[in-house]
């Protein structure tokens, strides 16, 4: 195990009711144990983040550099796809009919 290092943390009630409860059941060895988990979870959840946020920057970049965005009409795409609905309700009823 790496170096160990004390700290004083302060925490609720509930929160070391459930720690002792945690370890009282079997589940951890220690209080300690609960609390290094839980940090290593808050460690690989902001490393998620950071990804996610690099991610997104770069697809926001990629967007700006495709220049601005082409005129549509909102009309055309929603009966296109009322179209592509009715079209593939036609063919699951053709299908439960056969």
């Known amino acids: ?48 983040r950071s990804e996610e946020l690099a991610r997104l920057r770069q697809m926001i970049q990629e967007g700006v550099s495709s220049g601005p965005a082409k005129p549509f009409e909102i009309e055309r795409i929603i009966g296109n796809a009322k179209v592509k609905r009715r079209r593939s309700a036609a063919r699951k009823h053709a299908k439960a009919a056969a």
């Open 1 to 48: 195990m790496a170096n160990i290092e004390k700290i004083s943390v302060a925490l609720t009630t509930e929160q070391v009711a459930a720690m002792k409860a945690a370890v009282d059941s079997g589940d951890y060895a220690t209080t300690s144990e609960i609390v290094r988990e839980a940090l290593r979870q808050w460690q690989a959840g902001r490393m998620l």
